[in-house]
Structure formats: C-alpha cells, structure tokens
C-alpha cells in the first residue's frame, strides 16, 4: 500500500512539472507574439493547472458523499476536458497563422 502511495505521489509531481512546463511555455508564447491564439493557450494551460490543484481537494472533502461525488467527477470532467479543448483551439489557431515559406 506505500508503495502505491509513492507511485501515486511521483505521478503528481511528474505531472505537475509538465503541466508548469506547459504554462511557462505558453508565457514565454504570449510574451513573443500576443495575439488570440497565445491568449487562448495560455488560459486553458493556466485553468487546467488549477484544475489540478482543485481536483483532489474536492475529491477528498466529497468522497463519502457518494451523489455528489458523482455528480462532481462529471463536473470536474467537463471543466478539464473544456479547458483543455481551450488549450486545443489556441494551438489550432496558432498553427494555422504561420504562413508557409
């Protein structure tokens, strides 16, 4: 069981590293070139970086509430996968503004 708990706690921090990665990154694009597409990235890097944070804390104050619980993995699934897909436009629309040389 420790040692599940150890994998556990490497997998949050390896993943907390990219995605801190992912909103430096996305600084360093919005600090070069401002416009929508950057503006974009890095909101949807920066709200799925709290949804991170968010995520085990409500996960650990509703976990014997089995409705809500629920009800709240839902929700929590569609804030990600809306903030991700924010990420995924700004990238899109990025990529498509460069011109070919």
């Not at 950057?38 to 650990?60: D, E, W």
Request: hydrophobic share 55%; charged share 5%.
């Amino acid at each position: 069981m420790i040692k599940d708990n150890i994998y556990e706690y490497i997998a949050n921090i390896v993943y907390g590293f990219i995605q801190l990665l992912i909103i430096v990154a996305a600084i360093v694009l919005i600090i070069k070139n401002q416009n929508l597409a950057t503006v974009l990235i890095l909101t949807g890097a920066v709200l799925s970086g709290l949804m991170q944070i968010i995520t085990p804390i409500f996960y650990s104050y509703y976990f014997n509430d089995t409705p809500n619980f629920s009800s709240l993995t839902s929700i929590i699934s569609l804030l990600s996968g809306a903030f991700y897909a924010l990420f995924g436009v700004g990238l899109l629309l990025l990529a498509l503004s460069f011109k070919k040389q």
